[in-house]
């Protein structure tokens, strides 16, 4: 179906109904290939009109040309259970002049699921009117899944929230930047967070969100705080929750788990980037000894396109605790590693936490996931988020310089190497070779890290280098932002060594323009290696290379979950378990490429 027209009528519309549709499945979902291309070829949109509602809810745009190409729009409906029709308007204001198409429209996993004779097992629950037999996890999880509602009755209200009628027992933390907002409908900013919410899928239904527009700045963070829970006992407590991120500038959503009321606690989950225009839905397993609280934490990106989406959060086998969690002075780190080894009988081959002497694996030292209660295992690894705040090196460390110093007949004083800068400290003129903000901030006071060409010869190479890691998952890539300004600069690399190879992984040179760069680099699944940023010093002085906000992105490595995968999750043929989304999208998620097998 496609639209050829020059004319110079103003608003004009082209309009494409569907069919009446009765109801949908809560993994309903349309694609359908479209083609917008023209000078003026102007706007499309999808938009949702149920009975009852007199509101439609926009469920898809596409804004003005898009390139002479078929592009794959992906529209999640999910349950839908009344009534519903869909329309596509093709919108052109003033002159128009190009051509538009749709193909291939398809509805995917869109029925509700089929009835069967029997429903046995501890794992699965059997639909009171539909017969249907639906996974253990999907009840009381706010979703209709089974057709009828009966995998929402008889739910505990106190465990769950859709937002619907405010932030129910969660809250917002006084001791982050700005808070959690409540809104139906699409967020202000264009090309960034939800159409709709997840429980109605309508633009009628409530959720929160994570504003990234101006005043928020980079690493800005709202944290949203349940209520206590009691210890869960043999089985863990579990924990399901929406998420939305989708915006090119989309940074970073966490979940942290505290058992102590003015800690940060430790990490559970975490997610970062561009997710795409969809609810995402996530189940953590928690275990504790003590009365705990969840924090769940989002933080701004680099701009206003980074709006991040929650709906529906639920609990299934908690106990909400009536007391207050303990604090702990204030004087002392809750993260301090003790200076000696507690007693154990760790082998060689494995690593002491320090605060227990639980043994963990080698291999679970400095993977980016803290495996012992207290995080030392990660605590002399680098940081998986350094800005340079505080002149803090986050285990960045230059070990050709270490050796220097040792030396008391080298003086290292004049020898190109890296160092913490910031634009307050720069002498009249530095501004032309060497940044005056830094990216964090945005601020002459914000500290970055550079490479001082002042000393030093031509050709000459500073490395700085990360503590080895131990492991990363199949998705990790390292994301930082660079400044390349100057008459004379020579290049930045950025390697990995592993024993005594080193392959370059990304490289620029020369001038690049007086302005922090964004650069992205794909490490994929590695043991016992370091990321190493390599300097090679230009002809002059003019020419200093700084790098900042260094991130390691989705680099822990999978996890075995001890358990049977979902009926939403994919089994690895090594157990993994991962998301049925993940499969063929051409990246190896399960580790072992059984995720990417044509026999799928």
């Not at 209520?227 to 939305?244: Q, S, T, V």
């Not at 060409?453 to 492991?471: Q, R």
């Not at 600069?489 to 024993?499: H, R």
């Not at 490595?557 to 157990?575: D, H, I, Q, Y």
């Amino acid at each position: 179906m496609f639209i050829l027209k020059n004319s110079s009528s103003i608003s004009q519309v082209a309009r494409l109904q569907s069919p009446k549709f009765s109801q949908t499945g809560s993994n309903c979902t349309l694609t359908s290939w479209y083609y917008n291309y023209g000078e003026s070829v102007g706007a499309a949109e999808m938009q949702l009109f149920v009975d009852g509602l007199k509101q439609p809810t926009v469920l898809w745009r596409a804004y003005y040309n898009e390139g002479n190409q078929w592009l794959k729009a992906v529209i999640q409906l999910g349950r839908l259970p009344r009534p519903f029709q869909l329309s596509l308007d093709k919108i052109s204001l003033g002159f128009y002049d190009g051509v538009s198409a749709i193909d291939d429209i398809a509805f995917e996993y869109c029925a509700l699921p089929p009835p069967k004779l029997s429903c046995e097992g501890p794992y699965h629950f059997w639909c009171r009117h539909t017969k249907a037999c639906i996974d253990i996890l999907s009840v009381c999880d706010l979703v209709d899944n089974c057709g009828d509602g009966s995998d929402e009755d008889n739910c505990n209200p106190d465990l769950q929230c859709n937002f619907e009628n405010g932030l129910c027992n969660w809250e917002q933390d006084f001791e982050d930047d700005f808070d959690w907002i409540r809104v139906q409908g699409p967020t202000p900013t264009l090309n960034t967070g939800p159409f709709k919410d997840h429980t109605t899928g309508t633009a009628r239904g409530h959720y929160l969100y994570m504003e990234s527009s101006k005043p928020h700045q980079f690493q800005d963070k709202a944290i949203l705080l349940s209520p206590l829970f009691k210890p869960p006992g043999k089985r863990p407590c579990i924990f399901r929750f929406y998420y939305h991120m989708f915006g090119k500038q989309v940074y970073k959503l966490s979940v942290f788990q505290r058992t102590v009321s003015n800690s940060k606690g430790w990490l559970l989950w975490y997610k970062f980037g561009n997710q795409g225009n969809r609810w995402i839905r996530q189940t953590l397993y928690i275990s504790s000894s003590k009365p705990f609280q969840i924090l769940v934490k989002g933080t701004v990106g680099d701009g206003f396109a980074g709006d991040i989406g929650l709906d529906d959060m639920s609990f299934l086998g908690c106990t909400l605790y009536n007391g207050n969690l303990p604090t702990i002075s204030t004087t002392a780190s809750s993260t301090s590693v003790p200076a000696t080894l507690p007693m154990n009988n760790c082998t060689t081959e494995e690593f002491v936490c320090r605060a227990s002497g639980h043994c963990i694996h080698l291999i679970q030292k400095c993977d980016f996931r803290p495996d012992c209660s207290d995080a030392s295992d990660e605590s002399s690894c680098v940081m998986e988020v350094c800005d340079f705040k505080d002149k803090n090196y986050c285990g960045w460390h230059q070990p050709a310089l270490e050796q220097m110093s040792g030396n008391d007949s080298i003086d290292t004083t004049n020898i190109f190497k890296w160092e913490l800068g910031r634009g307050a400290d720069l002498y009249p003129g530095q501004e032309e070779d060497r940044p005056l903000i830094d990216h964090t901030m945005c601020s002459e006071e914000g500290w970055y890290l550079f490479a001082d060409s002042s000393n030093g010869e031509f050709g000459d190479t500073t490395d700085i280098s990360t503590p080895v890691i131990s492991l990363t998952g199949p998705k990790c890539k390292i994301i930082f932002w660079n400044y390349m300004d100057g008459l004379t600069i020579g290049s930045l690399e950025v390697l990995s060594k592993t024993s005594n190879k080193t392959f370059i992984l990304w490289a620029q040179s020369g001038s690049q323009g007086p302005q922090w760069n964004r650069a992205e680099v794909f490490l994929g699944i590695r043991s016992n290696f370091q990321v190493i940023f390599r300097v090679k010093r230009g002809v002059s002085y003019m020419g200093d290379v700084a790098v900042d906000d260094i991130t390691f992105e989705d680099c822990s490595p999978l996890l075995n979950p001890g358990r049977s995968c979902t009926s939403e999750e994919f089994t690895c043929a090594n157990k993994y378990c991962i998301p049925k989304d993940s499969l063929c999208d051409f990246i190896n998620d399960c580790a072992d490429n059984s995720d990417e097998s044509p026999t799928i």
